[in-house]
């Protein structure tokens, strides 16, 4: 006990001394964690990553904006295509057998395009082509061939509510 008494300020001052040496080494290995987590595998710094995942950023939404031009191009362009289509399937005269003859629409956004109706007889086929502008046609067109159209514009009214 007076070993204590008397060298109580050594005992405090190596305590501390350990303490301190080791709280050295806690923070030498951190700091060694710490620059090896910025060093990359190329040998930059966190900075230049950063400003390197910045331009490719940069690039990646020069190239989506481009990609949103092409596809309302592409848009515009397919509204001009016939993609809404009715077909009417009928018996043209009562001696035939069977739903044979049809008459079929197809039309684009603007309602634009031809109908094609083929009538089926005995003993021979006709098929006639008649354009149509804006759900109408310059021609005289039979009940088959409207009712084709309108169901035709139907679906695409449909189409765009599904879509």
């Given amino acids: 006990m007076d070993f204590l008494r008397e060298n109580w300020f050594q005992i405090a001052a190596g305590l ?3 303490c301190l040496l080791i709280f050295n080494i806690i923070l030498s290995c951190r700091l060694r964690a710490y620059k090896k987590l910025t060093r990359l595998v190329q040998g930059g710094t966190v ?3 950063i400003v390197a995942l910045g331009e490719r950023l940069g690039a ?3 190239a989506i904006s481009e990609n949103r031009d092409a ?3 592409l848009r515009q362009q397919v509204s001009c295509f ?3 289509w009715h077909l009417e399937r009928y018996n043209a005269f009562e001696n035939t057998g069977s739903d044979l003859s ?3 629409a ?3 956004d603007m309602k634009d395009g031809f109908v ?3 009538i089926f007889g005995r003993e021979d086929t006709r098929i006639y082509a008649k354009p149509v502008n804006a759900g109408k046609s310059a021609y005289h067109l039979s009940e088959e061939e409207e009712l084709a159209i309108k169901k035709a514009i139907k679906t695409n009214a449909d189409h765009r509510e599904r879509g």
Wanted: aromatic content about 4%.
């Fill in 16 to 18: 501390t001394a350990l």
């Fill in 47 to 49: 900075e230049e990553h």
């Fill in 60 to 62: 990646q939404q020069r």
């Fill in 71 to 73: 596809i309302a191009d």
């Fill in 82 to 84: 016939p993609h809404h």
């Fill in 102 to 104: 049809f008459s079929l």
């Fill in 106 to 108: 197809l039309l684009n």
């Fill in 116 to 118: 094609l109706t083929g």
